[in-house]
């Protein structure tokens, strides 16, 4: 099984400070069709995963554009250019590129 | 218009089986595949399974192989996750979502709301 490692798992962050999340995976999450399956999802306590980021770079619709994805190989980083006060909860990465699908093991951004 | 639309929450004892279902669109259930994740309270997310009624296909996580069953039906354009011999950790909150297939190459792109099993003597 594919390792999915976060950092840090704690994230305290000041309101219109920018936010980092880094992710690395075991071992490269690339397809066969040739894309890297690297998810980032968002999660408030009592709903459900919302993604943001797939195919480690694009956004979502409707997801702000201060949320940005990047890297390649086993190293990926989330990143919020500002964070706003509704950024509060856990974040995932998660691999989807071969089964089982792994998650990291959560960020949980809160607001100093 | 995509949906995906879960039932509601269930109280099972040690033992029992538990049966949860997932309303798609029939976009999603004709051109998607469906995975299935759990949460435990206060836990990260697991994946437990895949199934796609358009290739007729399942894959499931070696930890839940033996006691876990994927089902579709077209019919209903419903997925269905079964649960047997339910055990006090398999509290959790079971969520389907899209997931990949041949002709949608995206992963966990939306979710159901959420179904809690409690498991209690």
């Known amino acids: 099984d594919v390792v999915m490692t976060q950092s840090p798992l704690s994230l305290p962050v000041t309101l219109g400070q920018p936010a980092s999340i880094s992710c690395r995976s075991s071992?490269?999450?690339?397809?066969?069709?040739?894309?890297?399956?690297l998810n980032w999802f968002h999660q408030r306590p009592g709903q459900s995963p919302r993604r943001l980021i797939y195919?480690?770079?694009n956004r979502d619709s409707g997801v702000p554009d201060r949320f940005s994805g990047s890297g390649s190989g086993t190293d990926f980083t989330l990143k919020i250019s500002r964070v706003e006060a509704e950024d509060v909860g856990v974040y995932y990465c998660?691999?989807?590129?071969?089964?089982?699908?792994?998650f990291g093991q959560g960020t949980k951004l809160e607001i100093k | 218009q995509v949906y995906l639309v879960q039932s509601g929450a269930e109280v099972k004892k040690p033992g029992a089986s538990v049966k949860v279902s997932c309303k798609t669109s029939d976009n999603i259930f004709n051109k998607n595949g469906i995975s299935w994740f759990r949460q435990a309270p206060g836990q990260g997310l697991e994946w437990m399974g895949w199934?796609?009624?358009?290739?007729?296909?399942?894959k499931y996580a070696q930890s839940f192989e033996d006691r876990v069953t994927l089902t579709t039906d077209p019919s209903t354009t419903t997925a269905y996750l079964e649960v047997r011999n339910l055990i006090s950790d398999d509290t959790a909150v079971y969520y389907c979502a899209s997931d990949w297939s041949d002709v949608h190459p995206d992963t966990a792109d939306h979710w159901g709301q959420g179904t809690l099993v409690t498991v209690s003597s």
């Open positions: 071992r490269t999450i690339v397809y066969s069709d040739g894309n890297t399956y």
């Open positions: 998660m691999q989807g590129a071969s089964w089982p699908y792994t």
């Open positions: 199934t796609s009624a358009r290739s007729g296909s399942t």
């Open positions: 195919k480690v770079s």
